[in-house]
C-alpha cells in the first residue's frame, strides 16, 4: 500500500510513475488529493496499462480534468487514457475517481467504453466531477451529458456492485435512466456508492439533490436488511 501527502502535482506524479511501474508487487495505490491533473494522469495510464496486480486505484481530487490544479483549461485526454488503460488491468475491482472536474460527455463516452469491456470491476467513484457555484448552478461540465454516456458501458458491466455518480448534477432524466439499469443489471445494487445490503444507512450531508434521491429509492426498496 502506498500514499502520500505531497502537493508538487504534475512533475511529482510523473517521476513516481516511473517507480509504480517497476514496482511489480503493488496491490493498494493511493495518490489522492495531490494535485496531478490532466498531465499526471496521464503519466500514471501509461504505466497502469496492462497491470495484473493491482486491485485498488485511488485517484480522487486531483483536478484531473484541468491543465492547471487552479485554473479554468480543462483537458480530458487522461479520461481517455485512463478509460483505454482499465480494460486491460485483469485485477482492479476498485477505482476512485471523485472530485476531478471531468464531468463532460466526452470522458463518459471513454469511460462508458471501457466499462463495458471490463469484467473485474466492481466499485467505481465518480462522484462530484462537475463544478457548481456555491448557490448551486453549474459553473463547468455536463452532468447530464456524463451520466448518459456513462450508463452505456454501465449497462454492459458484468461485475459491477457499486457506483457513486452522486453530486454531478446529472437531473432527474438521467436518473431515471440509471435507475431503469439498476433495476435490470445482475449485479449493480447502489448508484450511490452503497453496499445494497447495508443495515444502517447514513446519507446525511451529502447534498444529493433530487436526482440523487431518485437514485437512492429503489436501493433502499431492494435493501432487504435495511
Not at 32 to 41: P, R, W
Not at 83 to 89: C, K, L
Not at 122 to 127: I, W
Not at 160 to 167: F, Q, R
Request: net charge negative; glycine share 12%; hydrophobic share 45%.
Amino acid at each position: 500500500y502506498w500514499t502520500n501527502g505531497a502537493n508538487d502535482g504534475p512533475g511529482f506524479t510523473k517521476e513516481l510513475a516511473n517507480g509504480v511501474s517497476a514496482n511489480g508487487a503493488l496491490v493498494k495505490f493511493d495518490i489522492s488529493n495531490n494535485n496531478v491533473c490532466a498531465a499526471g494522469g496521464k503519466a500514471l495510464a501509461a504505466v497502469l496499462n496492462g497491470n495484473q496486480v493491482m486491485t485498488e486505484l485511488n485517484l480522487a481530487g486531483n483536478s484531473l480534468g484541468l491543465v492547471e490544479p487552479y485554473g479554468d483549461a480543462v483537458d480530458m485526454s487522461w479520461v481517455i487514457a485512463i478509460s483505454n488503460a482499465i480494460p486491460t488491468m485483469g485485477a482492479l475491482e476498485k477505482l476512485l475517481m471523485a472530485k476531478n472536474k471531468f464531468g463532460t460527455k466526452e470522458s463518459g463516452e471513454a469511460l462508458g467504453q471501457a466499462l463495458a469491456q471490463n469484467s473485474v470491476l466492481k466499485e467505481l467513484d465518480v462522484s462530484a466531477n462537475v463544478e457548481l457555484y456555491p448557490n448551486g448552478s453549474l459553473k463547468s461540465g455536463d452532468g447530464p451529458g456524463f451520466a448518459q454516456e456513462l450508463a452505456v458501458g454501465l449497462k454492459n458491466n458484468g461485475a459491477m456492485v457499486s457506483v457513486n455518480i452522486l453530486n454531478n448534477n446529472i437531473g432527474a432524466k438521467q436518473a431515471q435512466n440509471l435507475v431503469a439499469i439498476l433495476k435490470e443489471h445482475a449485479t449493480l445494487r447502489s448508484l450511490c456508492g452503497n453496499k445494497g445490503d447495508e443495515t444502517k444507512l447514513d446519507m446525511s450531508g451529502k447534498n444529493m439533490g433530487a436526482d440523487g434521491a431518485i437514485m437512492l429509492a429503489p436501493e433502499i426498496v431492494a435493501n432487504g436488511a435495511l
